[in-house]
């Protein structure tokens, strides 16, 4: 059964950086799809960014500007860059991938913004 690892979560200080990473654990063929996702505490999951295999690369407003998402195809690795965190972005984020018959999430990783 192929698996979604995540990876990088943790606490920083507002204005600080992490990196996080999403590895497949098998093979997942015809992926379109790779994405990040994040939910606080009381608040509903909701989308962050995400990339295809068509080249578009998306982020939401809140986001823009201090996250990068890229993607290793090779090694079917994602990944977020996030810079100056804000305690707004704390939350369980969670990978999400998607073929044409499937879809995966990761299990989630917490990232904490507080001083």
């Known amino acids: 059964q192929e698996q979604l690892v995540e990876s990088g979560g943790g606490l920083v200080q507002p204005g600080g950086s992490l990196r996080l990473s999403c590895a497949a654990s098998g093979v997942i063929s015809s992926i379109y799809f790779m994405g990040w996702y994040r939910q606080a505490p009381g608040k509903e999951r909701e989308w962050v960014a995400h990339?295809?295999?068509?080249?578009?690369?998306i982020y939401s407003d809140s986001v823009k500007g201090r996250f990068t998402i890229s993607r290793d195809n090779a090694k079917n690795t994602l990944y977020l860059q996030m810079n100056s965190l804000k305690p707004e972005d704390t939350a369980v984020y969670y990978c999400n991938f998607r073929t044409t018959v499937n879809e995966y999430w990761g299990q989630g990783t917490q990232v904490t913004v507080s001083s």
């Open positions: 990339t295809t295999t068509r080249g578009s690369t």
